[in-house]
């Protein structure tokens, strides 16, 4: 056994956002596409096809956000809702950037 194994997590601020760019970076593998998943865009056009909205691209990952938020909330604390919803927030201004920047 090495000391890892003995570690207690690492819940500081960076820790969270380090381990939602780890988790992107997880995706870009996963997905086998170098700029990760980015598939919030055919979510929404989807979405939007189905139920007659017009969400954008940014206003999907801030869902996303807001459902990390609301899991986050109750139960037990765990640290892949903070996780993803640093890495989220992220997309959504990066989505938002792209869209609204001048």
């Known amino acids: 056994?090495?000391?890892?194994?003995?570690?207690?997590?690492?819940?500081?601020?960076?820790?969270?956002?380090?381990?939602?760019v780890h988790h992107?970076?997880?995706r870009a593998e996963?997905?086998?596409?170098?700029?990760?998943?980015?598939?919030?865009?055919?979510?929404?056009?989807?979405?939007?096809?189905?139920?007659?909205h017009h969400l954008t691209e940014e206003e999907g990952w801030m869902f996303m956000v807001l459902l990390k938020q609301a899991r986050a909330s109750s139960g037990l604390f765990v640290a892949d809702d903070y996780e993803d919803g640093a890495a989220y927030f992220g997309l959504a201004g990066e989505?938002?950037?792209k869209a609204r920047a001048a």
């Not at 056994?1 to 819940?11: A, I, L």
């Not at 996963?30 to 007659?52: P, W």
């Open 30 to 52: 996963q997905r086998d596409s170098e700029t990760g998943e980015r598939s919030m865009a055919k979510t929404v056009n989807a979405f939007n096809a189905l139920y007659g």
């Open 1 to 20: 056994m090495n000391d890892k194994e003995f570690s207690p997590p690492d819940y500081r601020a960076h820790a969270f956002l380090e381990k939602g």
């Open 95 to 97: 989505a938002a950037a």
């Open 24 to 26: 992107m970076r997880d």
